[in-house]
């Protein structure tokens, strides 16, 4: 599992999407720091401004993490099952190992280039915002298991991609209009939402655990019926 693990985690920074990808998350927590300072300052704001540090890193990660996971990470299953990798992954270890050895080294990619945006924030408030890290990447985790069931569910890296990406676009807008709608028809969506959970923020992080748990655990049970 652990050697799945870091074969993955070491993968990603051969891709040239990855480094873009990186690019983008360091552009905007700089330039969102950047104007959270200036405001701050200009106003007389100088705690708000240190606590609004890390709204670059979680705007783009709430509003792009769906995205930027579809374009990376789609293919995790599929991708070794369409090079016949996979039928000779699984003489050597489970296929739960096999699952959690690929999450847990997407997971680690992302961790690090998250920890890297705030370690960056630092510099510019003086201070490590560990809440926002955890509150990042338990959000993450969950878009991590919804694209490791669509790289399960679909046989084609390319199909994968593809409802991701629609999946990435989509999820974010009708989950925002249910959190705010008061229509009864579109607000029961919002519980079965992370974004619900991670703006009610504090222990309702927890529930977003779970869920991403859950999710591993469908993925697991798809995974073990599956044909290779």
Known sequence: MWSICLNEFKGYFKSVKSIII???????????????????????????????????????VFALGFLFIASLS???????????????????????????????????????????????????????????????MVFLSVALAFNLIFSIILPKPALSMFFGITFALVFPGISF?????????????????????????????LINILYAGVLFLIAATIFKGRDL
Not at 22 to 38: E, K, N, P, Q, R
Not at 195 to 200: A, E, F, I, P, R
């Open 22 to 60: 990186i690019a983008i998350i360091f552009g905007v927590t700089f330039m969102i720091a950047d104007t959270m300072t200036s405001s701050a300052d200009e106003l007389g704001l100088g705690d708000v401004g240190k606590d609004g540090y890390a709204l670059g890193t979680l705007f783009i």
């Open 74 to 136: 789609h293919d995790q299953i599929n991708r070794e099952v369409s090079s016949r990798t996979m039928r000779f992954l699984v003489t050597k270890t489970g296929r739960t190992n096999i699952l959690l050895g690929k999450y847990l080294g997407v997971w680690l990619f992302w961790l690090f280039c998250i920890s890297a945006s705030f370690i960056l924030i630092t510099f510019v408030s003086g201070n490590f915002l560990w809440y926002g890290l955890l509150e990042c």
């Open 177 to 205: 209009w249910a959190i705010y709608s008061d229509k009864i028809y579109i607000s029961w969506f919002k519980y079965i939402t992370p974004y619900y959970y991670s703006t009610l923020g504090e222990y309702y992080l």
